[in-house]
């Protein structure tokens, strides 16, 4: 009908507006993120090869172990993880409240700060100034920069969801404001507790896991998650299964996940009550998965075929299925049973990864497909690159999260068999550690395919052959979100 | 949902909850934590932990600078939880009392490497040290351990004949004729540090298994 017709027409024209003016800002965080993501690898591989091979690169002090893995470890979660949600937050927080970006300048004054402040910590950390608290090592003088580059953002964030054109509020948005407003007080009290005026003894124990498993609760899983809800019923064209379970998902998540973080020292000089509220909380934690696994996977249901067209929804269906093993792993890990063999070994960084990478990287990756066609106005040169992208990164973390978790239960058993000399628990690990740095090059493989097949958009965007969009990878455009 | 105002409110109170029973209540409980008083056989009060003083601590700093941490724990569990004490790793379980000078206090995840909250004891020769820092493979082949060489000085050996603190190299790990290693102050400090991780001290809360036969007594504060 003619009507219907006029209107869809101003929806269109109006994401595309949305679209376009997020262009420069999203792009710049995005490009900041992937150039970190390239750092983030060589440094991963470096330490990785160095855990098998001692004598890798030990002859300077900057390239020892005890720095390179600090060093990937901030480059991926504040360089490239934090910069990419950051983008996508801000695309999804225009598209949802359906207002074009305002301020784009200082979303750019926020990536340029952002950066010249990871910059300076990470060099900071390689010349030994780290402060050897994990999630936290950036020093001490490089952070508060981050942290005024986070409070344009999270007002920018908030001003903008002020003046939003939508009066419902998807669940997107819930989880996307939950992230905005839960890091910076989690960032704040860890820089002040821990490392302006640090506070006596374990007490710092606790804040530093109270922080850093909120880190990835609080921060990365809101905004993974955010976007799964987005993406999966744009690209399939159906609504989420049920608007009740996102509630209870979303409310028991905001509950339960920040009382997680001391089951981080479960056997450790803490008194008991701490570890066992932690426990008790991380069990709870089967709520909020299990909804949210029902609601993603249930969504899914019907529409496999589509994996076979869409890169968005290819990344950001493994994405959700790696999110609910990996919070099914990371209960199970909770246990003191459990921790008892696997607390101080190899299957909590196997553990780490399937959350990091194959939950929020994956999703993130998923994300980029589908936002970079609408905002440059071109779509991905190369399906090859976009194979290889997803390949590499598939097989990789498979090849590692897997065959690492198995290695690090029997590395567990071993240690806590007194009669094992250490050496043989040592040596028992090195068969895995192998076969992580050749996951390790499997994943930089699918990163340079990314990076590459963006340089070259990128190209087109910026040169002078100029070809019209063609949206066929990326999924229809489809209004089709619960509660519209 | 339709409410902002509502959902702001709840983001802010969940965390608020987890910030009062996570930070707020350990430190109230733990924040305050002192050294406990020790009369010894003659009468003599000392305090443990002891603070950590001169060249041990600056070792501290080159335990953290150089990321040992990401190897290395430095908590006992309890006896009967894991296999830390029948290891050696310590005599005792670890308490928050240990840590109370600790800055930053460094437990550690990972144990690729052995724990150390009581290597001091285990191990105090400062030969075997250095020369495990210098190059892992000399004491314990097969380690994954990195070595140090830049803890170390390669130099001459001078008019005055071999230094007596230069390092006791043979076969493939000897520096060549005329030449001899020596640990830098770095190496000195961060060994100094190392043979300070000491918990061989009764507390209240954690004491030492009696048939260890110590002689300093705790005493009880409440």
Known sequence: MPGELADEGQRRAMLAEIDSSCRAPVLFFVISGLAWLLLGTLLALVTSIKLHSPGFLAGWDFLTFGRVRPAHLNAVIYGFASQTGIAVTIWLMCRLCRVPLISGGLIILAAIFWNVGLTIGLIGILAGDSTAIEWLELPGYSTPILFFSYALVAVWSIITFRLRRESHLYVSQWYLLGAILWFPWLYATAQIMLILEPVRGTVQAAINWWFAHNVLGLWFTPIGLAAIYYFIPKVIGRPIHSYYLSVLGFWSLALFYNWNGLHHLIGGPMPAWMITVSVVASVMMLIPVITVAINHHFTMVGHFGKLRYSPTLRFVVVGALCYTATSLQGVANSLRSYSEIVHFTHHTIAHAHLGLYGFFTMVMFGSLYYIIPRISGREWPSLGLISIHFWGCFLGLVLYVVPLSYGGILQGLAMNDATVPFMKVVEGTLPWLKLRTFAGLLMALGHVAFVGNLVWLLARVFGPYRKPVVAILSGTETPAIAGK | ?222
């Not at chain 2, 050294?35 to 335990?63: D, L």
């Not at chain 2, 230069?166 to 290693?181: R, Y």
């Not at chain 2, 001290?201 to 409440?222: F, H, I, R, S």
Request: one cysteine or more; a positive charge.
């Open chain 2, 1 to 222: 949902m339709k409410y902002g105002p509502l959902l702001f409110l709840g983001i802010l109170l969940t965390l608020a909850s987890s910030w009062v029973g996570l930070v707020l209540a350990p430190y109230k409980q733990l924040g305050g934590l002192l050294p406990n008083p020790a009369t010894n056989a003659v009468g003599v009060v000392s305090y443990f932990p002891e603070a950590r003083k001169g060249e041990a601590q600056q070792g501290a700093e080159h335990y953290r600078s150089l990321g040992c941490v990401y190897c290395h724990s430095q908590q006992v569990r309890p006896a009967g939880f894991g296999g830390d004490i029948d290891r050696g790793w310590g005599r005792r379980r670890s308490v928050s009392r240990d840590y109370v000078h600790d800055r930053p206090v460094m437990l550690g995840t990972s144990r690729t490497g052995p724990d150390l909250t009581n290597i001091g004891e285990r191990q105090s020769d400062y030969g075997w040290h250095y020369t495990h820092l210098y190059n892992p493979q000399i004491t314990s082949k097969g380690s994954v351990m990195p070595p140090y060489p830049f803890l170390f000085e390669k130099r001459r050996i001078g008019p005055g004949g071999v230094s007596t603190n230069a390092l006791k190299l043979v076969g493939e790990f000897a520096p060549g004729d005329g030449w001899e290693v020596v640990p830098t102050p770095a190496a000195r400090q961060l060994v100094e540090y190392l043979r300070s991780l000491k918990s061989s001290y009764d507390l209240p809360e954690a004491p030492l298994p009696k048939a260890a036969g110590d002689a300093v007594t705790a005493t009880a504060v409440q």
